[in-house]
């Protein structure tokens, strides 16, 4: 497993795409808490979650004390988070935000909802339209489940791969859901801010080169 940072009070992994953070409902399946407790031979607290189809930085306390202190600065929105993500169709304006209030509509999807939703608000960046790709940094400023996809959606750029919430004939030619949690900051048990980052997977890296070369 590809550890980011290690302390006496927490653990930062990449994860790969494809693996749950937690035991799903089916327990035979394996997750990334149930891999990482069996190599390390200690017990982890869980602090965050992202979905399962989307890899990069995720969070762990290795005690309960650590685990109240890190939680409690989610709870509270003070840990600044940034995705990088591939979505469909240039983007403009290049940098905004999409201010969108969600619910959840049955069977896990999530929608917008002006009426009944949660506030949620996600401020992005693109970093460069190429062709029918569009390679966006984003920072999810709430965090309503499946926020960032839901948002992208919204505004008629689902992000490639998912086959939730993008066409599914289109989402269907792609290996995996191009969302990657790349970059963290937060406060350790001392008060220290600490900026985690966890590296491009070769999937994000192979497509912008193929773009660049104009096979896009």
């Given at each position: 497993m590809n550890i980011i940072y290690e302390d006496d009070a927490l653990l930062a992994v990449n994860k790969p795409e494809g693996i749950?953070?937690?035991?799903e409902r089916d327990l035979e399946r394996d997750s990334l808490l149930?891999?990482?407790?069996?190599?390390?031979?200690?017990?982890?607290?869980?602090?965050h979650r992202i979905d399962k189809?989307?890899?990069?930085?995720?969070?762990?306390?290795?005690?309960?004390?650590?685990?109240?202190h890190f939680c409690l600065q989610f709870e509270r929105r003070k840990v600044d988070k940034v995705y990088s993500a591939v979505a469909h169709g240039a983007i403009e304006p290049l940098k905004g935000f999409i201010d969108k209030p969600l619910r959840e509509f049955g069977s896990g999807r999530m929608g917008v909802d002006v009426v009944k939703g949660k506030a949620c608000r996600t401020a992005y960046s693109v970093l460069e339209n190429h062709g029918s790709y569009a390679f966006v940094r984003i920072s999810p400023l709430t965090g309503r489940r499946h926020q960032i996809r839901v948002h992208f959606y919204s505004i008629g750029h689902s992000l490639v791969g998912d086959r939730m919430y993008g066409d599914k004939t289109t989402q269907s030619c792609y290996a995996r859901l191009m969302l990657h949690s790349l970059e963290m900051t937060i406060r350790l048990p001392n008060d220290k801010p600490v900026t985690l980052s966890a590296p491009l997977p070769p999937s994000f890296v192979e497509l912008e080169k193929r773009c660049k070369e104009g096979a896009c």
């Amino acid at each position: 497993m590809n550890i980011i940072y290690e302390d006496d009070a927490l653990l930062a992994v990449n994860k790969p795409e494809g693996i749950s953070v937690i035991p799903e409902r089916d327990l035979e399946r394996d997750s990334l808490l149930k891999q990482l407790e069996a190599e390390r031979k200690e017990k982890l607290f869980v602090i965050h979650r992202i979905d399962k189809d989307v890899s990069g930085l995720i969070l762990f306390a290795k005690h309960p004390p650590a685990h109240r202190h890190f939680c409690l600065q989610f709870e509270r929105r003070k840990v600044d988070k940034v995705y990088s993500a591939v979505a469909h169709g240039a983007i403009e304006p290049l940098k905004g935000f999409i201010d969108k209030p969600l619910r959840e509509f049955g069977s896990g999807r999530m929608g917008v909802d002006v009426v009944k939703g949660k506030a949620c608000r996600t401020a992005y960046s693109v970093l460069e339209n190429h062709g029918s790709y569009a390679f966006v940094r984003i920072s999810p400023l709430t965090g309503r489940r499946h926020q960032i996809r839901v948002h992208f959606y919204s505004i008629g750029h689902s992000l490639v791969g998912d086959r939730m919430y993008g066409d599914k004939t289109t989402q269907s030619c792609y290996a995996r859901l191009m969302l990657h949690s790349l970059e963290m900051t937060i406060r350790l048990p001392n008060d220290k801010p600490v900026t985690l980052s966890a590296p491009l997977p070769p999937s994000f890296v192979e497509l912008e080169k193929r773009c660049k070369e104009g096979a896009c």
